[in-house]
């Protein structure tokens, strides 16, 4: 986001998108499918810190989380190939995020193999070992939550038809409100990745200058906070994978190869500020 914007919340939990289908798998031994959103076929990633004890990453599972660094080093993550289980260990997922998609389906595999009640499937070194458990299973009443990655870069698509429409509304009038490129081509916004915080994070509201006097524009601006912040609920996807190089395009055929996972997000706009600039 640039200063025409406040910050964006981004939920703290990644749903992941490199799964096949898994509707029919048998639930958790660890959930119940009717009381909660984290169910085996969910499985969304995040960061998560305890009292005493560094951030790292986790899984969410009912009404725990799953420490994968801890389950990393208990063995237990060994057999998923390409996988450095000490990447879990750390304060954000983008060393996770930055395995190719096999391996983002793998290890979602080894976890629904170590979780589910389905005994063709199954590995039950986790639900038999009371004490690994203790170590491995966190209540999630008990966590903190932390941005899952370091954001490096953001791009804010104009992607809802209605939006653009209303946005232009304001800007241009309902005449000209929806520009001719629109429909032909994906409208995307560099942004600040550093306002981008965790959902929970108080935010200031933006102050820059405002038209004094619409009928009038020479009679200039004057510096003040925001008087039309606008809010928008917004999908955000998280990018990883093999990097690219420079000039390098990403196909639409492989697009889906490097979608690690999707949050919610709530994008916060200084509509006045960015109108008059």
Known sequence: LDHRDATPYSQSLIMAASSSSTDAMAPAWCADNESTDYTI??????????????????????DSVVDLAALGSA????????????????PTLNAFMGYERPVWQATRARLQQLLTTDESIADFALRDNQALQEQVMVPLSSVSMHLPATIGDYTDFYSSREHATNVGTMFRGKDNALQPNWLHLPVGYHGRASSVYVTGTDVARPSG??????DDPKQGSVY?????????LEMAFFVGGRPMKPGEPVTMEDAENHIF????????SARDIQKWE
Do not use: H
């Open 75 to 90: 063995g237990l993550l060994n057999d998923v190939a390409g996988l450095d289980p000490k990447c879990f260990a750390e």
């Open 261 to 268: 996972g999707m949050v919610v997000m709530n994008d916060w």
């Open 224 to 232: 003040g906070a925001c008087r039309l912040l606008d809010f928008e």
């Open 209 to 214: 200058q405002l038209q004094k006097d619409k």
């Open 41 to 62: 076929q969910n499985l969304p990633y995040g960061v998560f810190s305890t009292p005493g004890k560094a951030p790292r990453c986790g899984v969410a599972i009912g």
